[in-house]
């Protein structure tokens, strides 16, 4: 089993910047993929971005490219968004997602190809 916490929300102006973190610990080994999600109420959980934990690589939803840095410590225990240039439509609820998908084929932004979730931490910027 893996736990993930995450943290750093909060309320920040149109063009200001978030750091998230998402802590994890139990088998973390477990785990090669990770990823951040967020969610409004009465919308869908989309991906926002994700890591491969072995090689580094990353992955970002068209509209943050550019914007929002994922990252990972060298101990590869905790993961990190760094948001700037943050937009009113950045406002939501955002989750930690851990995924064991040793496989071709894994798709970063799909909810169900993740195992471990975190309870979330809101993001809201005002206009």
């Known amino acids: 089993q893996v736990q993930l916490v995450e943290s750093g929300g909060g309320s920040v102006q149109t063009g200001g910047s978030l750091r998230l973190s998402c802590t994890a610990s139990?088998?973390?080994?477990?785990?090669?993929?990770m990823a951040w999600f967020r969610q409004v109420p009465g919308k869908e959980r989309e991906g926002v971005a994700a890591?491969?934990?072995?090689?580094?690589?990353?992955y970002y939803a068209d509209s943050v490219k550019g914007r929002f840095t994922i990252s990972q410590d060298n101990a590869k225990i905790t993961m990190y968004l760094q948001m700037n240039a943050l937009k009113a439509e950045d406002s939501a609820m955002y989750y930690c997602?851990?995924?064991?998908?040793?496989?071709?084929?894994?798709?970063?932004?799909?909810?169900?190809?993740?195992?471990?979730w975190g309870q979330g931490t809101q993001v809201t910027v005002d206009s």
């Open positions: 997602a851990a995924a064991a998908a040793f496989r071709p084929g894994f798709r970063w932004s799909r909810i169900q190809e993740y195992n471990y």
């Open positions: 139990g088998n973390t080994r477990s785990t090669n993929w």
């Open positions: 890591i491969h934990t072995g090689s580094d690589s990353t």
